[in-house]
């Protein structure tokens, strides 16, 4: 019979940014207790998903394979409206919002956004506001107002990148490994792991085998990006430092007639050198599967299979 249980377990803190974790790690666990499993599949969610976008992949690989299928709802999984996550603006999102109206000498006052409802309250007003004065001439009748505007992640978390996402599946494996609810064919050295993903969710499995090697046997990897290259680094979220109109995490043109919305994640980190939360070299490089350097310590340990 198919069984599936949902798990909550705790998982890590953010050790680079010395942030103590508020949330539990959530999971999901399906499996056929008639059958003595061999291996783990991890079925990874992509961006703007979550772990109840591939239900029927897990029932149908479990149901067919002897395989226990896990989907993780990883650190900021919840970064979109759909997932749970709110809007919300920060002193740079108000300077933002600011500077694009001194542009068009439109005076309002942005110091009093500090909630959800008076952010939706201020832009209806502001889009109305831009409608009249397209209705007298004042601007052009294509202007659209650009500013940004974060995303506020489900559960109080935010975005780390990779790093911690990455801690939360090799610590659900080991979780059910320590634990596991049925028998496991254990002939050939153990229980094996397969990580399947697409796109974010196929580099978080790359990246859970450059973290742990020995833990991950296979890899099933569709579209995932494997270095930082084109400007992949703006999903983070503070690419808004440099250029909203550019290194954001996505863009919005349908919910108000006037305004372009650019978005991206709430984030600790930072361009400025001088903090320390700034996104260094060293924590790029460590963030990508194919680094050179690190492939080379990674070749020294069980080898993984990628597909």
């Not at 978080?204 to 579209?223: E, G, M």
């Not at 320390?276 to 194919?290: G, M």
Request: glycine share 4%; charged share 25%; hydrophobic share 35%.
């Amino acid at each position: 019979m198919l069984v599936s249980k949902i798990y909550k377990i705790a998982s890590c803190d953010d050790n680079e940014l010395d942030i103590k974790r508020e949330s539990l790690l959530e999971f999901r666990l399906t499996y056929d207790d008639d059958k003595k499993i061999e291996a783990l599949l991890f079925i990874i969610a992509g961006g703007a998903e979550d772990m109840n976008s591939y239900i029927y992949v897990e029932d149908y690989a479990a149901r067919n394979y002897n395989v226990a299928t896990i989907n993780v709802n990883y650190h900021c999984i919840g970064n979109r409206p759909h997932l749970g996550a709110s809007f919300c603006v920060d002193e740079l999102d108000k300077f933002i919002l600011k500077s694009s109206l001194e542009a068009i000498n439109l005076n309002f006052d942005t110091s009093s956004i500090n909630s959800y409802e008076s952010l939706n309250h201020s832009f209806l007003r502001l889009d109305y506001l831009l409608s009249c004065l397209k209705s007298k001439n004042y601007i052009s009748q294509d202007y659209r107002l650009p500013t940004h505007v974060s995303f506020d992640p489900a559960r109080k978390e935010y975005q780390n990148f990779g790093i911690m996402q990455a801690q939360d599946l090799l610590n659900v494996l080991l979780f059910i490994k320590k634990n596991p609810p049925f028998d496991t064919y254990s002939e050939g050295g153990g229980i094996k792991s397969i990580m399947l993903g697409n796109s974010y969710g196929g580099y978080l499995a790359n990246l859970a085998a450059k973290i742990s090697p020995w833990n991950v046997n296979a890899i099933i990897d569709n579209s995932s990006f494997v270095n930082f290259s084109n400007n992949i680094w703006r999903l983070i979220g503070f690419g808004k430092e440099l250029d909203f109109t550019k290194f954001h995490g996505t863009y919005d043109k349908t919910l108000f007639k006037n305004i372009t919305l650019y978005l991206s994640d709430k984030t600790f980190w930072t361009s400025n050198k001088e903090s320390k939360n700034y996104f260094s070299t060293a924590r790029k490089l460590i963030r990508e599967p194919l680094n050179k350097d690190h492939i080379k310590i990674q070749a020294k340990y069980p080898k993984t299979k990628y597909i």
